[in-house]
């Protein structure tokens, strides 16, 4: 399992929409780009918002761009915490109890009760990284770090369960953790972690091969994949052997 995958560590930020971008800033105001971002075309807006909960404020929450369709608050449960509400995590749904946070900027401000949430962990890849570790999109899986701080008595060593998988074309390998998540396990942006082998379910197939080696074998019991076997694959004695143990060739 050699696919190393760089952190990418997420602070409290939002995508807003055309529509509320006005109300804050100002009609027809762009997004103006502070810092790119790993994923493709994504980046951190130099304009911030000031968050007004119901216990507590955060006086400049940034924008990433570009807008969106749809408006997303995302904060740590900490966040959530200091702020005085109870956002659900990893799906659209009202803050319970009739809560409430306010958006400020410079032109106005919003209050909103939905489109906040605490964001599930996942990992950014493509189908061809996806494929080399053996993962489907949607799929859950455990994330470990790659190495530790010079001494590993200092360092907060998690492994991570219920990571999930998102696969799309354009996606650069990256797993995404908010601060809480980062902190607690050590992580910055930039850290490596792997897929934890064990994790990863038993669907998967390799792609299909003409020849079947006793390597090939190796891999697909490696990665928990299945290799299909196709009309006239030539398979090695040795691979022969070795799948039979594993119950590893579909036809
Ligand atoms: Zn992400």
Do not use: W
Not at 8 to 19: A, D, F, P, Y
Not at 116 to 134: K, P
Not at 217 to 224: H, N, P, T
């Amino acid at each position: 399992m050699s696919v190393l995958i760089p952190v990418g560590v997420s602070n409290r930020h939002m995508h807003l929409t055309r529509e509320v971008l006005d109300t804050l800033f100002g009609r027809g105001i762009e997004l103006e780009v502070y810092r790119y971002l790993r994923q493709r075309g994504e980046f951190a807006s130099k304009q911030t918002v000031e968050m007004i909960g119901p216990r507590n404020r955060f006086s400049a929450v940034r924008i990433l761009g570009p807008l969106r369709d749809r408006m997303q608050v995302e904060v740590s449960r900490s966040d959530a915490v200091f702020l005085g509400i109870f956002p659900p995590m990893g799906k659209f749904a009202s803050l319970p109890d009739g809560e409430s946070l306010e958006l400020k900027g410079p032109n106005g401000s919003i209050k909103i009760a939905e489109n906040i949430m605490v964001s599930r962990r996942h990992l950014h890849l493509n189908q061809a990284d996806a494929d080399e570790i053996g993962v489907r999109d949607q799929d859950s899986v455990y994330v470990a770090p790659v190495k530790m701080t010079a001494d590993p008595a200092e360092s907060r060593i998690c492994i991570m369960g219920n990571v999930l998988v998102r696969v799309q074309e354009n996606f650069i390998k990256e797993l995404h953790l908010d601060t809480d998540e980062g902190n607690a396990c050590g992580l910055r942006s930039g850290d490596m972690v792997y897929v934890v082998p064990s994790s990863i379910g038993y669907y998967a197939e390799m792609p299909s091969k003409k020849l079947v080696t006793e390597h090939d074998v190796r891999q697909a019991v490696l990665r928990k994949q299945k290799i299909r076997l196709l009309k006239g694959t030539i398979i090695t004695p040795a691979a022969k052997d070795l799948a039979k143990s594993y119950n590893i060739f579909v036809e």
